[in-house]
């Protein structure tokens, strides 16, 4: 079997994990934002997976040094390594993850591959990457299988800043629990990543959305056209909503967390007005999955209200930040 590595967000271990359950994938190790597995067959389930960032090939080489992957056996596999890739996507450009890519060596292994291979240099955005690191008493070279990383979804062609990456977006659809009958809703839903996910995962019988910000709003049908999701987004205020009572079991939300969206004095109103709105439109045992970087403004909140009990709380690596996933289910 052949091994890779699978790097994700620290924090989302467990649900890559629930990916891989049915992939007949062994675990032969893990850090806190990466695992390595050996996986039978060709790799192409595993850039299906929605919770990883990026997968990549792992080969070890029985080398003192990287200058003696220039030698003629050494190079001749990793030519043939990189062929193998260029098969599962289309790349133009190749690039070094190493100490000292700059160095001779590496541009003498640089030269080697764009002559075999037809592919351009680009030391700063070559998109096949292969990082080179020390093991042990050799070296490996990781060889990324996709041309951008996974978490760049292709559908996303509106970005905004602050905007939730999309591999956290589908960890919190794993705690949602939707299903085909359900009304899912995306308050503040920015730029559309949590609707997209759903839709592109699960057959819930109606997602929509809305935001306070019409730029954001735009960008959110931007990126739901481009992903071929026919879902409503409205301009609208997430505190009052014109939604009937008890009318969503799903409900999806990044809160704004201070920084680039909104600021932590507001949401010290926005924060309560939004759980009395929510628990107004929840129906009977609606989940409600939410993630926001103001942790103890919602301790309190938690502590302080009935009408939501709280199931879990994750805590991921977001964009320099440690904010916390909550899952909560609706009390009757």
């Not at 450009?93 to 640089?110: I, K, N, P, T, Y």
């Not at 609707?195 to 935001?211: L, T």
């Not at 439109?281 to 209200?305: F, N, Y």
Request: charged content about 25%; hydrophobic content about 40%; glycine content about 8%.
């Amino acid at each position: 079997m052949q091994t890779y590595q699978l790097d994700l967000l620290e924090g989302l271990s467990p649900f890559v994990l629930n990916e891989l359950k049915p992939l007949n994938a062994r675990i032969l190790g893990k850090g806190k934002d990466f695992l390595r597995i050996a996986f039978p067959g060709k790799p192409l389930p595993l850039l299906q997976l929605r919770t990883v960032v990026a997968v990549s090939r792992i080969e070890r080489f029985e080398v003192p040094r990287p200058k003696a992957l220039l030698g003629h056996q050494h190079l001749t596999r990793l030519l043939s390594i990189v062929q193998d890739t260029l098969k599962l996507g289309t790349f133009a450009s190749f690039r070094f993850a190493a100490a000292g890519s700059d160095s001779s060596v590496f541009q003498r292994l640089a030269e080697e591959i764009s002559k075999q291979s037809g592919l351009r240099h680009d030391p700063e955005e070559g998109e096949l990457v292969l990082r080179v690191l020390k093991a042990g008493e050799g070296w490996e070279v990781l060889i990324r299988l996709s041309p951008r990383p996974l978490s760049a979804r292709p559908w996303r062609v509106a970005n905004m800043e602050g905007g939730l990456n999309a591999t956290v977006a589908a960890a919190m659809l794993q705690l949602a629990h939707v299903e085909k009958h359900d009304v899912v809703y995306n308050p503040m839903c920015g730029s559309g990543t949590l609707m997209i996910e759903c839709g592109q995962i699960y057959g819930a019988r109606k997602v929509s959305g809305c935001d306070l910000d019409f730029e954001h709003v735009e960008f959110a049908r931007s990126n739901l056209q481009a992903a071929g999701l026919p879902f409503e987004v409205d301009i609208a205020d997430a505190t009052h909503l014109d939604l009937p009572d008890q009318s969503v079991d799903v409900i999806l939300c990044d809160l704004p967390w201070g920084d680039n969206v909104g600021t932590n004095t507001g949401n010290l109103v926005l924060y309560p007005e939004f759980f009395r709105e929510m628990t107004r439109i929840a129906s009977a045992g609606a989940r409600m999955v939410l993630i926001s970087h103001e942790v103890k403004l919602m301790d309190r909140l938690i502590k302080g209200q009935s009408d939501w009990k709280l199931l879990r709380e994750d805590r991921v690596y977001h964009g320099g930040h440690f904010p916390r996933i909550y899952t909560f289910n609706r009390t009757v």
